[in-house]
């Protein structure tokens, strides 16, 4: 082998080996977040598409909201808590104190029997066992506070409803309060609440109850009580 060709031989083992060590220099970590780390420590979020998909309304999806209704009409808190909640998911309670939109995230439906305020409870307990029995009826209808004519108060028909039309109260909530706390709620928890308003179904049963229901592990849950669309009480100054 001559001179040049010796040179040529080192020159591309050198070469290969440069580009081989930048090779594994620049491979990228991932910590525990999910953030990926370049080989300069610099931390860039993986941003991952989420598709939200709203399930045919279905025989599974029926059965289900009037099994929910029989076991609110036997005031039978503890099987509506561990078969119709998510253990893990849980629910959003939405309501108003003195007017103004507040929720509050919970695993359970609590059995409050005080009368100094309005619960859950108290709207479970006034559930009639014939609502169980009722046609479902696929149709949004609204509430009408109707300040001036009570004629023209609650909702334009009566009977138990069924709706995609869902309101985006949760994440509102979420983000009017990130801009006095900040980053108080974080992705996880606009993800919750686009889960629940991009694929879920909104129940009312007339006059007072009005919940949404989300399929998770491929079954149906309560994932959110409405007692703010009822609540025509305005913010006390």
């Not at 220099?25 to 990926?36: A, E, F, R, S």
């Not at 009368?115 to 009408?144: D, G, T, W």
């Not at 009005?210 to 079954?219: E, G, L, P, Q």
Request: charged letters at 25%; proline letters at 2%.
């Amino acid at each position: 082998m001559n001179y040049k060709n010796i040179v040529k031989l080192a020159t591309s083992i050198s070469l290969i080996t440069f580009l081989a060590g930048c090779a594994v220099n620049q491979v990228n970590t991932i910590d525990n977040n999910g953030n990926i780390i370049d080989n300069f420590g610099v931390k860039t979020v993986e941003i991952k598409e989420i598709i939200y998909k709203r399930p045919a309304v279905s025989e599974q999806l029926k059965n289900r909201i009037h099994n929910i209704l029989n076991t609110m009409s036997k005031k039978d808190l503890g099987s509506l808590n561990s078969k119709y909640i998510h253990p893990e998911f849980g629910f959003y309670n939405l309501l108003k104190i003195d007017g103004v939109k507040v929720f509050l995230e919970q695993k359970m439906i609590y059995n409050i029997v005080e009368e100094e305020s309005e619960e859950i409870s108290h709207i479970i307990s006034r559930v009639n066992p014939s609502s169980s029995k009722l046609k479902i009826i696929e149709k949004n209808i609204k509430f009408n506070c109707s300040p001036n004519d009570d004629a023209f108060y609650g909702w334009s028909e009566d009977g138990l409803y069924l709706s995609n039309k869902i309101d985006t109260f949760l994440s509102e909530m979420m983000k009017e309060t990130n801009n006095y706390q900040k980053d108080k709620y974080k992705t996880k928890d606009f993800q919750k609440a686009a889960l629940i308003e991009k694929t879920s179904y909104k129940v009312v049963l007339t006059p007072e109850l009005s919940f949404y229901i989300t399929k998770i592990d491929d079954n149906w849950y309560i994932t959110l009580i409405d007692r703010i669309t009822t609540d025509c009480s305005s913010i006390k100054e």
